[in-house]
DNA sequence: TATTAGCACTCGAATCAACCGAGTGCTAAA
DNA sequence: TTTAGCACTCGGTTGATTCGAGTGCTAATA
């Protein structure tokens, strides 16, 4: 089930001494040397001592050396068992929790500010980049539509879901339409589809064509055509919101140039990050994901925390945040479950 | 008139070897000694003459050292007198006109595509930052506006302008309306304001309050509240655009770290871009903003190629470039005047 | 008088050796 | 099994040296 179970198994002393190299590296930034260890640890081991355990860390792949004379340093292994294993807990601080309530709560009007606030709220939070990505769109579900027209052949579409989530497209027909008709084709639409998936619907109309009335009703011959063409120029895309990616510069272990571009360009074309949330995720629980077991090489070395978030009607989306593979990832993940928590029972309450 | 007038008196040689200084220090990027001017000047000057002239030039501000054995660099003072009087007349080369035509061109359909689109075009074409800032959005004239019903209290407000640009924005009413109601109001608002400037609109509501008939006719007072609520949302917010900030970073002379986060930091808040355009531009041609000139420290040591567009109501944007100041302004400048007149005319003729 | 050849000088960049010190691995004693 | 002790490693820093591109100045030249 768990692929790093069978390590689960490492001895106390072990487990202790890697959990606090693995926190001191994570606060610090230098390699950890025994001494330190040695003076930290409540058990009054000698350095010596701690050199040994150290040694064997390091031969089963939890440690490494920046070079021979340094201290030791966690590698991906290393830090994949503390989050599975050595993770102390942490609930969100009061302060913190008022922030974010007050955040979210007073983006009240409008959900899709809260949305925008969540990967800045995150950011902000954790110095890292903060992200929301929104469900695919074919599973968002209908509550209004309505067309405009704006000149000859071409039509303004006007979508609400259920969560009031509003957009808009131009749409180029290749045949004129009168006001009237629209009108009529988005209440027949809307009478006809609310509530359902832009799937169900795509099908529906699928169906709905090969029938005979459609054929026979100019009402349904339009609400075909005008819906289709909507649907067409869904570009199945989802929204994917980033925030701070600026910080990342402020981690001295991805400040380097290089490193700084090939970052802020992945940032740029967001589709890098979407397909690693879609394709590695269990869409029930958080998850992170540290360094290299996200293989992706444009956003090679960074680790992921995510935690799915729901609409009522099961669309599912992430939200989580960035950073290098020296996170705080106790702090990170209990935020983004707090956070994701949070924005569900916003969404299935607005739903109602 | 100019500031710079009195300094374009220099002697004919001055003129020349400052024109080639600059030119191949901005091919180059290192600084430039006189062996290389002597020999590629054609008046067939040795060096130590071509060092006079430079001792002169820095001397008048033109020209400075890095250090004291190092050869000569432009200074913003420089550039200033090379953009004034020295620039060579370019023109965009056939290919890459016809690489803008298609590019404006392809977002046929819909306009904002083309706005979306000049930024990115303008960052590949120069290797630096593109951006488009639209006119303030209480100079957008109406065209339709329309309310529809949410929720209770919750009213979605659907607005196109004369150019076919869409927004929306949800408004929480302190009052419930029925559909009906939002369809009257809006029907009224744009009987009455169509082709009004949102501004003139603002100001004919207030008017139109004071007036009798406001308080009498219940289709007037739903218009106004619903115009004034929507007017007074807008929070006088002009949409800036930004493409290929990651560019920045291959320029040697701004890639060391502190620069780049303080430059992507104010990519982030676009309002000091914001500024800057508005302040210090005027609005009937093009202009070059270099280095120092430009007297925001966040955006310090940049320069900005920009040019304004226009509607045919006569609402002015801006597009341009932002570099370092060694960036090939003739070149730079060809393509914004280029870009901003195509889209000026694209603008009027959608208006028609 | 304007230009140029020649030369001493300057200063950043690159190279190299020496040194320091944190941290290690190993061995032998407790 | 733990620990004290010690030789060893290696990155980082410091300082001296050299190299070379480019300058400013002076004296000779056209």
Redesign the interface.
């Given at each position: 089930m768990n692929h790093t179970m069978q390590d689960i198994l490492l001895e106390p002393r072990a487990r202790e001494i890697l959990k606090h190299i693995i926190s001191s590296y994570i606060l610090t930034g230098e390699p950890i040397g025994s001494r330190t260890i040695a003076k930290i640890s409540r058990e009054g081991l000698s350095s010596a001592s701690v050199r040994n355990v150290m040694a064997d860390l390091e031969e089963h792949g939890y440690l490494s050396q920046p070079h021979a004379s340094a201290g030791r340093v966690p590698t991906d292994k290393g830090y994949r068992y503390y989050v599975d294993a050595l993770l102390p807990d942490v609930v969100v601080g009061s302060r913190e929790r008022a922030f974010i309530d007050q955040n979210l709560g007073r983006a009240?009007?409008?959900l899709s500010a809260a949305m925008e606030a969540i990967p800045k709220l995150l950011a902000h939070l954790t110095s890292q980049v903060g992200y929301l990505l929104s469900p695919p769109i074919s599973d968002v579900r209908l509550k209004?539509i309505?067309f405009?027209k704006?000149?000859e052949r071409?039509v303004?579409v006007?979508f609400?879901d259920r969560t009031?989530i509003?957009s808009?497209?131009?749409?180029?027909m290749d045949q004129d339409f009168e006001q009237s008709d629209l009108d009529r084709a988005g209440r027949y639409l809307v009478g006809e589809f609310s509530g359902l998936s832009l799937n169900e619907i795509r099908e529906s109309l699928v169906r709905l064509m090969a029938e005979e009335k459609a054929t026979v009703d100019r009402i349904i011959a339009n609400a075909i055509k005008l819906g289709t063409s909507y649907l067409d120029s869904e570009s199945d895309e989802r929204r994917m919101l980033l925030d701070g990616?600026?910080n990342i510069?402020?981690h001295p272990e991805l400040?380097d140039?290089d490193t700084?571009?090939r970052l802020?360009?992945t940032f740029?074309e967001k589709h890098h990050l979407v397909k690693l949330l879609d394709q590695c995720l269990d869409p029930n629980r958080p998850r992170v994901l540290i360094g290299s077991e996200n293989t992706d090489p444009a956003l090679g070395g960074l680790s992921l925390v995510a935690s799915p978030y729901r609409h009522a009607d099961g669309a599912t989306g992430w939200l989580g945040v960035l950073g290098p593979t020296r996170m705080e990832y106790d702090r990170a993940l209990a935020l983004v479950v707090y956070i994701s928590r949070l924005f569900s029972t916003l969404l299935t309450h607005r739903n109602a």
């Open positions: 009240g009007g409008e209004h309505e405009l704006l000149h071409r303004l006007i609400v009031e509003v808009h497209r131009v749409l180029d990616t600026t510069m402020n400040s140039t700084v571009r802020f360009q740029e």
